[in-house]
């Protein structure tokens, strides 16, 4: 009667790259909380950087660079950048993997082409393959929104319609990586020479829509 909706059921490999993926923003999400305790530790011993901003090399020689007053201050300090330096080293060793998994067969067309937008590198590139999986389950743009969660909430009642802020229902981690990369769509930004050469190769009409 129509009334079965079909499930699209991803292939194991889809499911490991995606659960890899998960991983990779999880290590940054960590490395991002260790910064901020830093941060937060040194402020409460009244030291803060005006020099300008955080975590440049220069941010990181004037912390590197600091001598507490008491020995395990010093000590807290160490662990901090310790923690600091292996989440580095491991993010930076995922996101060598994750280019070199877009590179595979299976991958390479489609992450390409999703690259001609503006904002789409190859994280969110193949996030979007991996947890979309089949884009022809979505027939319109609505479909796609309502999916991520993107549309207004509703609470209606007789002739009166109240709209809220989005429902933030379904995929949160690729509903962040959209919303990153909307930001760049903002505004006009001239093609940049980066971009362009992404889209080197691509089918005219591709980059034409993209723009």
Same mark, same amino acid.
């Given at each position: 009667?129509g009334?079965?909706?079909?499930?699209?059921?991803?292939?194991?490999?889809?499911?490991?790259?995606?659960?890899?993926?998960?991983?990779?923003?999880d290590?940054?999400?960590?490395?991002?909380?260790?910064?901020?305790r830093?941060?937060?530790f040194?402020?409460?011993?009244?030291?803060?950087?005006?020099?300008?901003?955080?975590?440049?090399?220069?941010?990181?020689?004037?912390?590197?660079s600091?001598?507490?007053?008491?020995?395990?201050?010093?000590?807290?300090?160490?662990?901090?950048?310790?923690?600091?330096?292996?989440?580095?080293?491991?993010?930076?060793?995922?996101?060598?993997?994750?280019?070199?998994?877009?590179?595979?067969?299976?991958?390479?067309?489609?992450v390409?082409?999703?690259?001609?937008?503006?904002?789409?590198?190859?994280?969110?590139?193949?996030?979007?393959?991996?947890?979309?999986?089949?884009?022809?389950?979505?027939?319109?743009?609505?479909?796609?929104?309502?999916?991520?969660?993107?549309?207004?909430?509703?609470?209606?009642?007789?002739?009166?319609?109240?709209?809220?802020?989005? &429902?933030? #229902?379904?995929?949160?981690?690729? *509903?962040?990586? !959209?919303?990153? /990369?909307?930001?760049? $769509?903002?505004?006009?930004?001239? &093609?940049? #020479?980066?971009?362009?050469?992404? *889209?080197?190769? !691509?089918?005219? /009409?591709?980059?034409? $829509?993209?723009?």
């Open positions: 009667n009334d079965l909706t079909e499930v699209y059921v991803p292939t194991k490999k889809d499911e490991s790259v995606r659960d890899y993926l998960r991983m990779y923003e290590s940054k999400t960590d490395l991002k909380r260790v910064k901020q830093l941060l937060h040194l402020l409460r011993r009244r030291l803060r950087y005006t020099e300008g901003k955080n975590w440049t090399q220069k941010h990181k020689a004037w912390i590197r600091l001598e507490m007053e008491y020995p395990i201050d010093q000590e807290t300090l160490s662990e901090y950048l310790s923690q600091i330096a292996d989440l580095e080293e491991r993010c930076q060793r995922i996101a060598c993997r994750i280019e070199e998994i877009a590179e595979g067969e299976e991958y390479r067309n489609r390409a082409a999703l690259k001609a937008f503006k904002g789409i590198e190859t994280l969110i590139a193949l996030s979007l393959i991996v947890e979309i999986c089949d884009f022809r389950r979505f027939a319109a743009a609505s479909q796609f929104m309502a999916f991520l969660g993107l549309v207004p909430s509703e609470r209606s009642s007789g002739n009166k319609r109240r709209l809220g802020g989005i &429902t933030k #229902a379904g995929n949160s981690h690729l *509903r962040k990586l !959209l919303v990153q /990369s909307a930001w760049h $769509y903002q505004s006009y930004q001239a &093609t940049s #020479a980066r971009l362009m050469k992404r *889209r080197v190769g !691509l089918e005219s /009409s591709l980059v034409s $829509y993209a723009n």
